[in-house]
């Protein structure tokens, strides 16, 4: 008998209905020559340090660091995790081979490796990796079953994480805590955590110590076309005056007049990272909603493994292409372009030697169904649309840039035009997403003439009265990227690539990291900005050693257990590196100085105090995208130009105008009547049928605006 061990039921009944394994046992499926059982993710854990010693249930500062001589596994004490282990312990024993299919990545080896190791498994053992659930995947992958030998790396990088985390971990929590936790909470240190922590409260204080200045830059109007003079922004209004009096007086010149054209790449398929980025910008969805949601859609069979950091494809993969795509129902009018020649076997996506364990994410040629959630249908949507749009042409376009001046003083403008739109096509009915730099963005959409070099004529010089602004907060989504290489800003997504093995934390667990710092109150959510609490900067102001919060050096680490993956590093190494830093760290924060952290709770506390004796602050408003719609009751509110309403509006209908009877409402008196049903007694109606000036506007039963 051959036993195949899934890492949850769901994958388990698939694996067994194509296997032909369809009788029900308890806690299996048993038929045709084999045993189909299930983890439920992990059953085992790396054991506590009063598994070791009694002496460790306390903590104590003169106990650390703790340093296990050999690491072990126990079972997670859960009724439901020890009843299915005797399952598993059982069949084990009984079957003739082992096949692993847990997830194909690095925390499914370990979860199963451990599982084996506990259930004592002197079996042979075949690897199953498969990239999709579909049916046909798993044919093709029992068919090309691997030796368990193939995937020793990948067990060893797994563990030696987890030790590392543990050690760390374990180590840096207890020793924070006790020496500045003032016995009233834990502190919670981790090798991923605090870095990234570090990154937000970096960024929190450039914030808080950033000061507005003004500043003034000299502007002209030339044949309808403003251009900016080409020198330093001007510190004091004197001297921008002085600069536009000698505009006034001489001529404007054309000096040279060039158009180039060129090419847009199109954009790259998604790795978890890459498609998490997108779903926070375009939809606000948490880091770990999105992976739930591609997770979810993963096990429907309609997209492959998400758990990647490749955004490209294997070679093999390329005669599927046609297949999946012709199979893609809802989105034909866009494929159909792409199907009237071979499918494009580009660089940009196919090449083997960038691919890994996994490729990208794509669909799969099974379709979305009815029955996905809202939610589901636009992360589907994602990864469709970004498929499709690979395999278009290159986007061309053309840059003109002209240079001018006025006496001495230069002035430049350039402008953009796309000349053929290639995979823009794609995206073409989508809303725009909004520009950060407004100015910037009118003058690159202004249409530009034809100028001839040389040519002179008048124009109507100005000042522009700008102030610099501060660093944006980290978004999930500009977190995501910032770890992704280890807190360096890069645009280009090629270097990008090149750092990825260096980034913190693995696509899988930055969602996670993320939600820990939530939970332990190091930050908040600001509406789309995420906020270090005092008591998150507090904590990294206190953590002297650069290892524990650097980004770079936590990428390093990151690094090496890749190269563990690969068997080009010892994982012993790694764990002795590890040894030796939290026993420096121990020894440095025992006899270093001491202070109490103030906790995000005290610190409320105190507010509360001052509260009492300080005028009331302005309080922030709740947020469009965190207020349900009053009508339908389910989807959340979305702010457009002109009105608020429903996020499903098409099927809900719900929407309020931001002016009613000639009188525009604030956010505020919007919000009390979505949330409360009325306003409070309002003045300037200007419009209203019966010529009512002032009163109460109410919604009504059927949801429309009326004052009263």
Not at 483 to 488: I, P, Q, R, V
Request: proline share 5%; glycine share 6%.
């Amino acid at each position: 008998m051959k036993l195949c061990i899934a890492e949850k039921p769901s994958v388990a009944r698939d694996i067994a209905k194509v296997l032909g394994a369809t009788t029900s046992k308890q806690g299996y499926m048993e038929g045709n020559g084999y045993c189909v059982t299930w983890t439920f993710g992990h059953l085992c854990t790396l054991k506590e340090p009063h598994d070791y010693s009694p002496q460790f249930k306390s903590w104590n500062l003169f106990s650390l660091p703790i340093i296990p001589s050999s690491f072990g596994i126990k079972l997670i004490p859960n009724k439901g995790v020890e009843t299915q282990f005797k399952v598993i312990e059982k069949l084990v024993e009984e079957c003739d081979e082992v096949i692993n299919c847990g997830d194909a990545g690095q925390e499914g080896e370990l979860i199963q490796r451990w599982v084996l190791q506990k259930a004592k498994c002197n079996k042979p053992v075949q690897r199953l990796w498969i990239s999709s659930l579909t049916e046909d995947a798993i044919k093709e992958g029992f068919a090309s079953l691997k030796p368990a030998e193939d995937y020793k790396n990948l067990y060893l990088a797994g563990n030696a994480r987890a030790i590392g985390d543990w050690l760390l971990g374990i180590n840096a929590t207890r020793l924070f805590t006790k020496k500045f936790g003032g016995n009233k909470a834990v502190l919670s240190i981790g090798r991923v955590q605090t870095p990234t922590l570090a990154m937000l409260v970096q960024r929190q204080k450039e914030i808080d110590a950033f000061t507005t200045e003004e500043y003034w830059e000299l502007k002209t109007k030339y044949r309808d076309v403003v251009f900016n003079a080409a020198i330093d922004r001007l510190k004091t209004l004197e001297r921008a005056e002085k600069g536009l009096e000698y505009l006034k007086v001489n001529p404007f010149e054309i000096v040279s007049f060039e158009i180039k054209e060129g090419k847009e790449k199109n954009p790259r398929l998604f790795d978890l990272t890459g498609l998490q980025v997108e779903a926070n910008k375009k939809y606000g969805y948490s880091a770990e909603n999105t992976l739930n949601y591609v997770q979810s859609l993963y096990e429907k069979k309609h997209v492959t493994y998400p758990r990647v950091d490749t955004t490209y494809l294997s070679d093999s993969l390329y005669p599927k292409i046609e297949g999946i795509l012709r199979k893609m129902y809802p989105y034909q009018e866009l494929i159909a372009p792409l199907l009237e020649a071979p499918i494009p076997k580009s660089k940009a996506v196919f090449d083997d030697t960038k691919v890994t364990d996994h490729h990208a994410i794509i669909p799969t040629e099974v379709p979305p169904s009815q029955n996905l959630s809202r939610e589901e249908k636009l992360i589907y949507d994602l990864i469709a649309k970004r498929f499709i749009a690979v395999f278009y042409p290159e986007c061309k376009i053309s840059n003109t840039l002209v240079e001018g001046k006025v006496g001495t003083i230069p002035f430049k403008t350039s402008g953009r035009q796309i000349l053929e739109p290639g995979w823009r096509t794609v995206y073409a009915k989508e809303p725009k997403e909004e520009s950060t730099d407004k100015e910037k963005e009118k003058e690159e959409e202004q249409t530009i003439p034809e100028f001839i070099v040389g040519e002179t004529g008048p124009h109507d010089p100005m000042i522009h009265q700008g102030k610099t602004t501060p660093p944006k907060p980290y978004t999930e989504a500009t977190l995501l990227r910032a770890m992704e290489t280890a807190g360096k800003q890069v645009e280009d997504e090629e270097l990008r690539e090149m750092l990825k093995n260096n980034g913190i934390g693995r696509p899988s667990t930055r969602a996670n990291i993320i939600e820990t710092l939530f939970k332990r109150k190091y930050i908040e959510k600001k509406r789309k900005n995420l906020i270090a609490t005092q008591t998150g900067i507090q904590l990294i102001d206190t953590i002297e050693d650069e290892l524990l919060k650097s980004p770079e050096l936590t990428g390093e680490w990151e690094s090496k257990l890749r190269k563990i993956e690969k068997g080009e590093y010892e994982a012993n190494l790694f764990k002795e590196e590890l040894i030796q830093m939290v026993t420096e760290l121990t020894d440095k924060v025992v006899y270093g100085k001491g202070k109490v952290i103030t906790l995000q709770d005290e610190e409320k506390e105190e507010v509360k105090e001052k509260k009492k004796r300080e005028p009331a602050q302005k309080k922030e408003l709740q947020s469009w995208e965190e207020t349900k719609c009053p009508k339908c009751k389910e989807h959340t509110l979305i702010k457009g130009k002109t009105a608020v309403g429903c996020s499903d509006f098409k099927n809900c209908g719900f929407k309020i105008t931001f002016e009613i009877f000639g009188k525009k409402l604030s956010d505020k008196q919007l919000l009390d009547l979505v949330l409360k049903g009325k306003t409070s007694k309002l003045k300037g109606f200007s419009t209203h049928p019966e010529g009512l000036t002032e009163g109460i506007l109410t919604l009504s039963d059927d949801f429309q605006v009326q004052l009263g």
